[in-house]
């Protein structure tokens, strides 16, 4: 599954987390379309989100307008932490080596700018914590972060 899909999973996927990851190239435009679909599917009547569904035919910066201005109508906050939640759960329902795992964490820690409470996850750290073990736990602190609400 991908990060976006994770997203949509566990009901943290909004407007402004798609403008985000769309912004940060971790989202395509063909998810973006499907997406908006699935709001008109269930129910959605905004006409933003119907251009949305039909887009193809924006430019990418036409669309980011769209979806800007549909992002006003909404109270979801675009967070990275979702994003790094999305990624980490990603990457830990992989059937990748644990050291292909810790190599791709180190690419992950590396894209979210050094998160401090990742650096655990660093094979630099000098904490003794296994990499996996310390991004379990944030894992498991991000979740409560955002489901336990």
């Known amino acids: 599954m991908s990060p976006f899909g994770v997203l949509i999973g566990l009901g943290l996927a909004c ?6 990851g769309f912004r940060k190239s971790w989202i395509r435009r063909e998810d973006i379309f499907e997406y908006a679909i699935n709001q008109l599917l269930d129910g959605c009547e905004s006409e933003r989100v119907a251009i949305i ?9 036409e669309l980011l ?11 979801c906050v675009a967070d990275m932490d979702k994003w790094r939640l999305a990624f980490l759960l990603c990457l830990d329902a992989s059937n990748d080596s644990d050291e292909n795992k ?12 050094y998160p401090e409470d990742m650096a655990s996850c660093s094979i630099y750290s000098q904490d003794g914590i296994d990499p996996l073990v310390a991004m379990n736990q944030i894992v498991k602190r991000l979740k409560e972060r955002f489901l336990l609400r």
């Open 102 to 113: 810790i190599n791709r964490l180190q690419e992950i820690y590396a894209d979210f700018d």
């Open 65 to 75: 307008e769209v979806i800007s201005k549909q992002m006003e109508m909404t109270n």
């Open 53 to 61: 569904a039909g887009g193809e035919y924006l430019s990418d910066e």
């Open 15 to 20: 407007w402004s987390t798609i403008f985000l």
